[in-house]
């Protein structure tokens, strides 16, 4: 068993990515559907936190039927960074996770997310903010470190852990990579190593299928893995990898059916959070995904993206389920 604080975790636990824009609470419902055992909030501004921001306080939409769930912020202020957590705080999530590893322009420019990899002695500080001026348990977000010629995690993970963080998370590419090319984990593995390290150690980067997170839990050794972009549109992957991890056995691709529901179900939950307006044009962005590789789909798609109304969009599910 896992654990983090008093917050208890499968053997080996699959979290679900904070990622902007998709992972709000009618995603996150969907993922812990299909098995994903911790989540967290899209990313929050400390600063629109304490500004009252209302796009800021929105994020911090939890559910009981979510947890365990995290609430993750980032910011480069220490004022802002402990005001957020006491904040924070009040909406009682099971942990606050730290940002270190957007790497953004627009926010690593302000000094936040992976733009904090420049000056370990700041996250450290930023670190130590958070942790005083909350009773949750800290958990951290992070990457190797700014470019290929300062991988700066080996520093990183015993300094934050002597802070007090209680699990850190570590997406295995450095920030001038972004998401381009490939992760390498060999860095997680040996953070893992380390005799120093009794945190859990999560890997994140490049799991997009049940055979390699098999192949990356038996290689490297972390306690967890973090799957991001691969759930997009892919609920599925978590039953997926952890049928595979017990059986040995692929579950076959979710049928059309399959994913008319996930899809439908994402749609209504979205527009019961967001109102119907907004909840069907966020939901925009999804269909490309939930119903992808299926061959003459374009009319189809056209119709789901035009949709104005819930009832209008469920006529177009019903039409693809009969048509296709």
Not at 15 to 22: G, N, Q, R, T, Y
Not at 71 to 86: H, N, P, R, T, V
Not at 212 to 240: C, H, L
């Amino acid at each position: 068993m896992v654990k983090i604080g008093n917050i208890q975790l499968p053997d080996f636990p699959f979290l679900l990515a904070p990622m902007e824009d998709v992972s709000d609470p009618p995603f996150r419902r969907l993922c812990k559907m299909y098995g994903a055992d911790l989540m967290y909030s899209e990313f929050i501004s400390s600063e629109g936190l304490i500004r009252d921001a209302l796009k800021s306080k929105k994020k911090l939409d939890i559910f009981d039927y979510e947890r365990p769930v995290g609430i993750q912020i980032f910011g480069g202020d220490e004022e802002a960074m402990s005001l957020s957590s006491k904040i924070i705080d009040t909406v009682q999530p099971d942990l606050v996770d730290i940002n270190f590893g957007c790497p953004v322009k627009k926010v690593v420019c302000k000094g936040a997310g992976a733009g904090v990899l420049k000056d370990i002695d700041l996250m450290v500080r930023l670190t130590r903010a958070v942790v005083r001026n909350t009773h949750l348990p800290v958990t951290v977000k992070t990457r190797l470190g700014w470019d290929e010629s300062s991988i700066t995690i080996d520093e990183i993970a015993e300094r934050l852990q002597d802070e007090g963080i209680q699990a850190l998370t570590i997406h295995a590419r450095t920030r001038s990579q972004m998401y381009k090319g490939h992760s390498d984990w060999s860095h997680i593995a040996r953070i893992k190593n380390n005799p120093r390290i009794k945190i859990p150690i999560f890997g994140n980067g490049d799991i997009n299928s049940a055979q390699k997170a098999k192949e990356y839990k038996e290689t490297y050794g972390v306690d967890g893995i973090m799957v991001g972009r691969a759930a997009i549109g892919n609920p599925w992957i978590f039953s997926q990898i952890k049928h595979y991890l017990k059986t040995g056995e692929e579950l076959p691709p979710p049928t059309l059916h399959q994913r008319i529901e996930a899809a439908q179900r994402h749609a209504t939950w979205s527009v019961e959070w967001k109102g119907e307006r907004t909840g069907l044009l966020e939901m925009r962005k999804h269909y490309s995904n939930y119903f992808k590789g299926i061959c003459n789909f374009k009319e189809y798609k056209t119709q789901l993206f035009t949709a104005s109304t819930l009832q209008e969009l469920d006529s177009v599910f019903q039409k693809i389920q009969k048509n296709m």
